[in-house]
């Protein structure tokens, strides 16, 4: 469970890289709404782009971004739903980094709590990444160095949020980590009694 | 807050944690899997609403009935209280949240859903959260959070006639872009904010994230204390006067700085309708499907045909002459009792249009229940509306209600994007008198030609 116990650390990564550079992916594409249904947190690879996939010219159905673990992507990337559904997905499917120049804020923040690495890096950089791996590539990422290269040589530098990159490259379990602050939870809740309550109603 | 180290996000106290059946079966999963409880279940409150069906009767399909049964069992052991559909108290988590009371102003409020901007409108910092921090909300009532960006839409003018606080957020989506908020917090300001109903406003911060922000929020004022007072979770008696002081220095201060500011004269709005499949694809009533020929940018144009591709329009449309097939009214922008007056307002006496199949959805039992006693359920069902049980509906097409493939949908909901209502439908997003005129014409109309419309 992603937060929780048994989230992946993640330092570097050699592998396929796939180009999916549209603006605005919503996680609405990502995992339509009839496998909200489903109470498993696993097996929701399947149904990553549902409707999209059903289009043989989708852009993940090319063979060669077969076993793809690098996703290409264009801006404002999960935008939309709040649906960790989305992440979990990408996720089981076989990504390992996502690499926008933009992200939606609640699909970032769910992509990290599952050690789902997203790299935002500017338009122009991605750009030329993107015609490096068209028609079959690979990219190794190094979280570690905080660079992507390319197998021609070329090397770009990303930055990210030191705490984010902290949380991803020791698999934290956020949720222990906060319960270490059980004394201040508790002097704060003492301080500042809670204005509702929701039993009482 | 809790505490907060440099470097490191702030740790945040959750002051009110809203569930649902859909977020939330995985996050009580993870509790039972690392043997952790709901710390505060008195903070914590869960309705039935994305995939309950608005009809009477069973739930016919097994998988909606097992989400709905694991909620109520997670409820029953963790301790948390449970609006369950017929407990009379039940309906969409954002119109139920207000409408208790529990939504006040300073709280900190998450919920797994991206709309819980939504309770930004009486001066709470609300935003939604993946299943992830649903299960931290319940393990530590805390929450990390980075310090966000601060972004203020200062609205100047008077809002016209026929144009209402969905046309105003649509507008302002189309301005600012579906990403122009990434990463910040909004502020709506202005008179022309000032002068909203909690109704207006909570329309207007629901759609915050269709700007890319998490949250939105209205700095609480007597509109917001009037709506509070008496209701059931609000403060009473010497608790109430207390709780108006310290709301009453929520405001923003006057020297306060943002990173971004937007200025947008609400005089000169239009109604609005998207014509594609994301929020800030929107034009006013008057204008036409845009042509990608004119458009510089090759990434923009190939979104631009992709939309008008799904959407099946041709460059040049006028956005009137759009037949429709559905019209829904409901949702957690559009379902409260102001948005079901408008709408009715303008069916009284009329009839929808023959082809058309129109639908309205309360957004909580409470509302279903004023409404009726208003009369407007007659006036919907004589003017061939079907009138519904409260839900999440045909916003999100978790429950029966949804579009057929290529049926096109006049919608007062939030998002327009392919498939939202139903693989292969197409939505069209706009205000309750909008989508009313609409079922009734067949087509899109300009509500405010209406004569004697009070839109």
Redesign the interface.
């Known amino acids: 469970m992603g937060g929780g116990a048994g989230v992946k650390a993640f330092r570097a990564l050699t592998a396929t890289a796939a180009v999916l550079d549209r603006p605005d992916i919503d996680t609405d594409q990502m995992v339509p709404k009839q496998f909200l249904k489903r109470i498993e947190r696993t097996g929701y690879g399947e149904f990553l782009f549902h409707d999209w996939k059903k289009d043989p010219a989708f852009e993940l159905n090319r063979p060669e971004y077969a076993g793809a673990r690098i996703l290409l992507a264009g801006p404002n990337f999960g935008c939309g739903s709040s649906r960790e559904h989305a992440a979990w997905a990408l996720e089981d499917y076989g990504f390992e980094v996502i690499v926008a120049p933009s992200f939606g804020d609640i699909f970032f923040t769910n992509a990290v709590q599952i050690g789902l690495v997203p790299i935002t890096l500017p338009a122009p950089e991605l750009k030329r990444l993107i015609e490096s791996v068209v028609g079959g590539g690979e990219l190794t990422v190094d979280l570690e160095a905080q660079t992507i290269a390319d197998s021609a040589g070329g090397v770009v530098s990303f930055e990210m949020d030191a705490f984010v990159r902290h949380c991803l490259l020791n698999g934290l379990d956020t949720i222990a980590r906060t319960l270490q602050r059980e004394a201040e939870i508790a002097a704060f809740e003492a301080r500042f009694p809670s204005p509702v309550e929701t039993t009482a109603l | 807050m ?2 907060e180290d440099p ?3 702030a ?1 945040l ?1 959750v ?2 944690h809203l569930i649902h059946e ?2 939330t ?3 009580f ?2 509790l039972r ?2 043997g ?1 409880g709901v710390r ?6 869960a309705t039935m609403d ?2 309950v069906p608005t009809t009477e009767g069973p739930i016919h ?1 097994p ?2 009935r ?2 709905l049964d ?1 909620l109520r069992a997670n409820c029953a052991e963790f ?3 449970l609006y369950a559909t017929g407990s009379g108290r039940e309906g969409i988590v954002h119109v139920i949240g207000p409408e ?3 939504t ?1 102003p300073g ?1 900190t409020i998450v919920c ?3 709309h819980t901007s939504t309770h930004g409108a009486f001066g709470a910092l609300a ?7 649903v ?2 909300v319940l ?6 959070r ?1 310090r966000p960006k601060t972004m203020r839409i200062l609205y100047t003018g008077d809002l016209p006639f026929g144009v209402t606080p969905k046309d105003v957020i649509l507008g302002t989506i189309g301005k600012v872009g ?2 122009g908020g ?2 910040h917090v909004l502020e709506y300001a202005g008179e022309a904010i000032r002068a909203l109903s909690m109704e207006g406003r909570m329309t207007i911060c629901n759609m915050s ?2 700007a ?3 949250a939105g929020m209205v700095a609480p004022d007597e509109t917001t204390f009037e709506y509070l007072e008496n209701r ?2 609000a ?1 009473r008696g010497a608790d109430w006067e207390r ?1 108006l002081e310290r709301w009453r220095e929520l405001s923003t201060d006057a020297d306060a700085v943002f990173d971004r500011e937007v200025e947008i004269d609400v005089a000169e709005l239009e109604p609005q309708i998207t014509w594609g499949t ?1 929020p ?1 694809m929107v034009a006013p009533v008057g204008g036409v499907v845009p042509d990608p020929a004119d458009v510089a940018d090759d ?2 144009r ?2 631009l045909e ?1 939309a008008l591709s799904y959407m099946a329009l041709e460059p040049g449309t006028q956005l009137v002459d759009i037949p429709l097939d559905r019209v829904f009214i409901g949702s957690c922008t559009n379902s409260r009792i102001e948005d079901l007056r408008a709408a009715a307002a303008v069916v009284a006496g009329r009839r929808v249009h023959p082809r058309v199949r129109a639908m309205v959805v309360p957004g909580s039992a409470g509302v279903k229940l004023q409404a009726e006693k208003e009369g407007l359920d007659h006036v919907f069902e004589q003017a061939g509306f079907e009138w519904r049980r409260a839900g999440c509906s045909m916003c ?3 429950n029966p209600d949804v579009l057929g493939p290529g049926e096109r949908c006049a919608s007062t909901t939030n ?1 327009n ?4 209502q139903g ?1 292969g439908g197409r939505t069209h997003l706009v205000s309750p008198p909008m989508a009313a005129a609409a079922a009734i014409a067949g087509h899109f109309v300009d509500v405010r030609e209406w004569a004697g419309v009070r839109a």
């Open positions: 809790v505490h470097g490191e996000p740790l106290y002051d009110l859909v977020t079966p995985q996050a999963d993870g899997l690392s952790r505060r279940p008195d903070l914590t409150i994305h995939n399909d998988l909606a097992a989400q694991a301790g948390v209280p208790l009371g529990l006040q709280m797994g859903d991206s935003f939604g959260v993946g299943t992830s921090e299960e931290h393990a530590t009532q805390c929450l990390p980075p579906v990403d990434v990463g994230i269709e890319g922000a998490r059931p979770a403060p709780a994301n800030g990434d923009e190939a979104a992709r999100i097409g978790m998002r994007f392919e498939g939202r693989r």
